[in-house]
């Protein structure tokens, strides 16, 4: 079946400290990947995507992530986290040929003065 | 300018009522969804139209009829409203591009939070 899980329901990093989000798929076809941030009262806002080429792919905000075929991983880092990357992420899967994406539960980011 | 936006921002009302929530994009896409998000924020597909025809119909109530006068609109119409319809719904939309090597994300409107009493 296909599916994304993300463990990590609530993450919690002080600001400056870094930050990695985990992400797991099960999918019968070549993945294509995102990572969204959804802040408080908003909509999903795209981090970045991998669909082919270079496994490590840089996203805006500083945020990169890293596709693990090996592993079916695609987890999101970041090197030094700001009090405004507060959110919710979500990790999301598709395929070529279909319209349908299927995203993870989420992940709630919490960020420490 | 608003790429997806959405009315209204928060609907509340009461069980068995019947109500709308419009999606516009000015994005100039082909395809357009309507997600659920629950409370506990898992985000759930219901519809999505490609060029004003229906290509995915989830396992969704035939009390939500989604509408699509055209490319630019996706309207979503809820009927006999019930308590377990309370959540935030998200329209998106995306370039449709579904072939060879292409991968095309979504982008998503502010969300309506629907909440019936």
Not at chain 1, 63 to 84: D, G, T, Y
Not at chain 2, 48 to 58: A, C, D, M, R, V
Request: contains cysteine.
């Amino acid at each position: 079946a296909q599916s994304v899980t993300q463990p990590d329901i609530h993450i919690t990093v002080s600001e400056g400290a870094s930050l990695e989000l985990r992400c797991n798929y099960s999918y019968g076809a070549t993945p294509y990947l995102f990572w969204y941030v959804q802040s408080p009262g908003q909509g999903l806002q795209l981090l970045l995507k991998y669909f082919s080429g270079d496994t490590l792919v840089q996203g805006i905000k500083g945020f990169e992530a890293e596709f693990k075929r090996s592993q079916s991983s695609f987890n999101l880092r970041k090197p030094s986290v700001h009090w405004s990357d507060a959110a919710e992420y979500f990790c999301a899967v598709t395929a070529s040929g279909t319209y349908k994406y299927i995203f993870g539960t989420g992940t709630r980011l919490k960020v420490l003065a | 300018d608003t790429a997806v936006s959405q009315t209204p921002k928060y609907l509340v009302t009461q069980m068995g009522n019947d109500k709308s929530i419009k999606c516009e994009q000015n994005l100039g896409h082909d395809t357009m969804y309507w997600y659920k998000q629950d409370s506990k924020k898992f985000l759930k597909i219901m519809f999505s139209y490609n060029n004003k025809e229906l290509i995915i119909n989830e396992t969704v109530p035939n009390r939500f009829s989604p509408k699509s006068p055209d490319k630019a609109h996706l309207n979503l119409h809820i009927n006999s409203l019930e308590l377990g319809d309370s959540a935030v719904y998200f329209c998106a939309s995306s370039q449709e591009g579904f072939r060879a090597g292409v991968a095309n994300e979504q982008f998503f409107g502010p969300g309506t939070r629907l909440t019936v009493l």
